[in-house]
């Protein structure tokens, strides 16, 4: 069984930074990509940053310049750095991966349970 902890959203007032963080647990052998989502009410859930495991990102161009998203491998765990933070940032935040679990020759993917990021102008 694998879990998904989120930590670091809240409230902001714009212009100010947050940190996500995510941390995986479980009997995980390799962790391959490391994401953060968002949805806003009455929106589809959109992708906000990725990063693979040589260390490739991506990010969505509306967070382009602001967002920094990094990994710590021997951590299992993904990081969101945003900062410049517009009110059009408000939305729950979703960590989500793609995995090997020790023993299984499958890919697994797995989605955290979101964290509020409001951000008041």
């Known amino acids: 069984q694998v879990q998904l902890v989120e930590s670091g959203g809240g409230l902001v007032q714009a212009g100010g930074s947050l940190r996500l963080s995510c941390l995986a647990s479980?009997?995980?052998?390799?962790?391959?990509?490391m994401a953060w989502y968002r949805q806003a009410p009455g929106n589809q859930r959109e992708l906000v940053a990725d990063i693979r495991s040589a260390g490739s990102t991506k990010y969505a161009d509306s967070v382009k310049d602001r967002f920094t998203i990094s990994r710590d491998n021997a951590k299992n765990t993904v990081y969101l750095q945003m900062n410049s933070l517009k009110p059009e940032d408000t939305a729950v935040y979703y960590c989500y991966v793609t995995l090997v679990l020790g023993g299984r020759p499958y890919e697994y993917q797995y989605w955290g349970q979101g964290t509020q990021v409001t951000v008041s102008s």
């Open positions: 479980g009997s995980i052998s390799s962790i391959n990509v």
